[in-house]
């Protein structure tokens, strides 16, 4: 090559850069504007979903002078599983369940708990918005609750519906001896059943001799669906029997308070629909027959009795039919209430979610641990996993992917969502959650407005996976 030829070489390669340059910057900037364009598109997206999701729950009402002062005992009980029999518990005032507590909207509830337990305990008001430190997660809201001591519970429930609460505290073991209630919050604004009552369904793996097994979380539990036992109670009882008149209007609201267990109650030629799930008002009716139920979920059903006769409510989620109370129907025709029930009719459907980025993502997955398995959110086992931070108030969409074949009732403290979308497809389940149910292979996006300030836990309910790893804290922080 000649030194004009390397020259008018050199010359050519410069421009070549140049124009390589210049490209690149047109496409820096053109890539610039477009994300730009994108995320101002994403904050208009999430401006309107926030508009669309209005009041649909807020700050409640103004709290009355009212304050109701209810002590809680943890201890060593005794109760009667099978009829006759003496099962040695662990119960909130002597009974599994503790007791039914019931306040109005608006009223102030403060609870002693004075723990005689060998062991430290806490409470967990499940699906009510408390103040952050009155949520019963140790070492995240506060220390365990030594045996012996004393701890404070104060809140006002902003929001009406059924409720219950459950030690926080080794679940796995906690739980399942007994220390669960119901807690519902009632509208005075609401109108009036014929009956209003709690069912709290638990299931239990009892010995030969009727004592509560003693191997709690082991290895089996933990890599199954956890906990599975071979009886299972309405209100603590295998023999319940609602008693009731025909044309009456019933409100049956129906806890899981399992370990593990999933119900999928039938209701049978009874008229029954679900007008609330997990607390809040549902947007309309829907089917009760079938309706499934995992650890920590519940629902308010609104039934129609018909003529005299017997009324099993079974369970089928596994494909076997297990009996889990009956509805007696006996006397006189009475006037069916006639009123419809309070339904959520603002709900937000929130489709337009679907073309949201999601904003954080947790893969939920078992690994071999040290010792044992452990259950993961994004190969992380808690207290490693990753926190996720929300503003109050601004739209966050979170994807949950179970890479796993059990199943994960993923609950999230302090705030309820709505699922938006099921394996990539379009969902408006027509309700709030504070539960959702991840079948093997499940992704589904859940989307919410965090309104509750503070550091809440996001878990699989199913305790022995939750005792292995399975939980995560979500910062939400003050906007300003
Ligand atoms: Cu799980």
């Not at 496409?27 to 364009?37: E, H, K, S």
Request: charged share 20%; glycine share 8%; net charge negative.
């Amino acid at each position: 090559m000649t030194f004009s030829a390397f020259r008018s070489a050199v010359r050519v390669q410069r421009r070549r850069i140049a124009v390589g340059v210049a490209v690149l910057m047109i496409l820096v900037g053109a890539a610039a504007i477009w994300l730009n364009r994108s995320s101002g598109a994403d904050d208009d997206l999430r401006a309107e979903l926030v508009s669309q999701f209005g009041d649909s729950y807020g700050p409640g009402l103004q709290a009355s002078e009212e304050t109701t002062v209810i002590e809680l005992r943890a201890s060593p009980s005794v109760a009667q599983v099978l009829p006759g029999v003496d099962t040695d518990v662990w119960a909130f005032n002597g009974s599994v369940p503790g007791p039914a507590l019931r306040l109005p909207l608006g009223e102030t509830i403060r609870i002693e708990l004075d723990n005689q337990l060998p062991v430290p305990t806490t409470i967990h008001w499940h699906g009510i918005r408390v103040p952050n430190a009155m949520d019963g997660v140790p070492g995240v809201t506060q220390d365990p609750v030594a045996p012996g001591s004393r701890n404070s519970y104060e809140f006002t429930p902003p929001d009406a519906g059924t409720f219950w609460y459950h030690s926080h505290t080794n679940g796995s073991e906690q739980l399942e001896r007994g220390l669960y209630g119901s807690l519902v919050v009632t509208d005075p604004s609401e109108p009036t059943w014929s009956q209003d009552i709690e069912w709290v369904i638990d299931d239990w793996l009892l010995t030969d001799t009727g004592q509560i097994d003693p191997d709690f979380n082991t290895a089996a539990d933990v890599e199954h669906n956890g906990r599975w036992g071979d009886t299972i109670t309405v209100n603590g009882s295998t023999e319940t029997v609602l008693s009731t008149q025909p044309g009456e209007r019933i409100r049956l609201r129906i806890i899981n308070a399992s370990n593990g267990r999933i119900f999928a109650p039938r209701f049978g030629a009874l008229d029954a629909s679900v007008i609330a799930v997990d607390g809040l008002p549902s947007r309309r009716r829907l089917p009760a027959d079938g309706f499934v139920i995992a650890p920590g979920n519940r629902i308010d059903v609104d039934l129609t009795i018909p003529q005299p006769g017997n009324y099993p409510l079974v369970d089928d989620f596994t494909g076997d039919i297990y009996e889990l109370a009956t509805i007696n129907v006996a006397g006189d025709r009475i006037t069916t209430p006639d009123f419809t029930a309070p339904l959520a009719s603002d709900l937000p459907v929130w489709a337009e979610a679907i073309d949201l980025d999601v904003d954080q993502e947790y893969r939920l997955n078992i690994r071999r641990g040290q010792s044992r398995w452990e259950w993961t959110m994004n190969d992380r086992a808690y207290p490693d996993v990753d926190k996720f931070e929300i503003e109050a108030g601004s739209f966050a969409k979170i994807r949950l992917v179970n890479d796993s074949q059990l199943f994960h009732p993923m609950h999230l403290h302090g705030q309820f969502f709505k699922v938006i979308s099921r394996d990539g497809q379009p969902v408006d389940e027509g309700h709030f959650r504070d539960t959702v149910l991840l079948f093997p292979g499940d992704e589904i996006d859940i989307g919410l407005v965090a309104l509750d300030t503070g550091t809440w836990a996001f878990h699989c309910h199913i305790q022995e996976h939750a005792d292995a790893g399975m939980m995560t804290l979500v910062d939400v922080n003050d906007r300003s």
